[in-house]
């Protein structure tokens, strides 16, 4: 059958590929698993529960909660009613909402826990228009999930399909706040059929059937995982929950998916516990390790790089990366990794290594993905973000600005028409904000942000997160931001990596137990971050370099306000938070 609204993906997979672990999620130690049947009858127990509370088409209904398929019953019971659903991270503040409960008018919320519960109910005081908060945790004096199940027990399946009829795939689906970097968080509205023409248009570049596994950790609330879910459920793959970011190499172990969804961020800790374990090897098992890692450095999906090569890359294969795959679950065919550049190195390495990293770009706007890099090497370009998907349009402005027209374009910004009018032009071309270009007249590159690029006092544009891209290869670097905008030359504020600089302290006789705010004092540690940064400006022209850094010792995070969710940094207040370190690094005219 044709799946042309979400919750036609059940009824899909109920007739194509119906599962006995459509979904499985870790409780007391055992992975509980949920049938397609199963998945269906619960879905249809929500969408009752939520008709007798008085839930309408139309009417917002938020979801704020970790991975578990209790947000999967929510999402399509949700769909099934003609609502729309309002997911949202747990990390955000009070004040944000507040924000959205007000703004969208959601009317009511599932949350997962004690924690988001007190918030929840700390955010809806003076809102009465929030009328019913359930948790899928049981909480001490707050309405249980079981108890709406009850209600929808009651009900007669039979009646939502009329309701289900109504729903048009071009109607309202979800609405999801996107935490800019500046002001309030914009409601981004998406349909059916922008999200399902992703999931269609993606298909053929994510290689998965029925016969495989996924492990989800990503957000659902973000729209990346949240395509891919469906994606995902429309071909019959059965999916897993992560318990926790912290288990989550006991849970690929245990689980053994053939596919999961990454950011970068994840795949570089996970590289660089892999390299930190090299070192601590002896002899001839940490020479072949770093011979290994050297092959895998020089790694091209785009170049046969002979005989010798390919018999050396089989060898290391065999003796070095086949622990790397093991540590992955041993079936890893491939991981799909987005909402952010991915450093070539970790491609090449993971490529190198059996493990085919597939990185893609999109925006919440564009429901997510606009390209990606394939499966197969040679739709495979590291350093880009591959080739178009099927049916999307791009073009690059006079600016160098990405522009994009498909069916996955969202309807437009809630209660904002003006900003919608804005970023998408009267021929449809929704305008991205990324600077970029085509490598090879068919593999999209981005090459920086166009709101985040700046002048120096000199007239020349700097790109920063290029050079913070750059900066953040190595290791030893944890966050970094460059700034200088109106100022002679760029400058970095650079936060280490604390567990790998002790690391570099330790094989270097600096003693790193004191306080970190001694630690990044030290004179042989400035030192040698000096050199890394004079290192890595060897990439950039004269006027783009690095001429000064400061060494921070506190993370930036979600919870200080400094990050967004998707862990992007908020330039405006970290420039305003270290105003006075900024005016210091400009304050002599001497260079480093």
Known sequence: MEVRRSFDILTHQLATTPKTDALAAKINGTWEKISTQQLQDNVNQVSLGLLELGIQKGDKVAIISMNRPEWMFADFGIAQVGATSVPMYPSITVEDYKYIFKDAGVKAVFVSDDKLYAKVKEATADLPEVKHVFTFDKVQGAPHFSELLEKGKKGDPATLEPLKAAVQPDDLLTLIYTSGTTGNPKGVMLSHDNILSNCRNSQRFVPVNAADTALSFLPLCHIFERMVTYLYMINGVSIYYAESMEVIADNLREVKPQIFTTVPRLLEKVYDKIVAKGHEQEGIKKSLFFWALDLGLKYDTQKDQGFVYNTQLALANKIIFNKWRE????????????????????????????????????????????????????????????????????????????????????????????????????????????IGEFVNGRFLKITDRKKEMFKTSGGKYIAPQVIEGKLKESPLVEQCMVVGADQKFPAALIIPSFDDLKGWCKRNGVDCNGPKEELVKNEKVVKMYDELVKKYNQSFAQWEQVKKFVLM???????????TPTMKVKRKIITENNKDVIEALYHHDERR
Not at 553 to 563: C, K, S, Y
């Open 327 to 434: 540590a992955l679950g041993g079936n890893l065919r491939c991981i799909v990794s987005g909402g952010g550049a991915l450093q070539p190195r970790l491609a090449r390495v993971f490529w190198a290594a059996g493990i085919r990293v597939m990185e893609g770009y999109g925006l919440t706007e564009t429901s997510p993905v606009i390209a990606v890099g394939g499966f197969e090497p040679e739709n495979n370009l590291i350093g880009t973000v591959g080739p178009l998907i099927d049916n999307v349009e791009v073009k690059i402005a006079e600016d160098g600005e990405i522009l994009t027209r498909s069916a996955s374009v969202m309807k437009g910004y809630y209660n904002q028409p003006e900003l919608t009018a804005k970023e998408i032009d009267a021929d449809g071309w929704f305008h991205t904000g990324d």
């Open 553 to 563: 010792p506190n993370q930036w995070t979600v919870e200080t306000g400094e990050m």
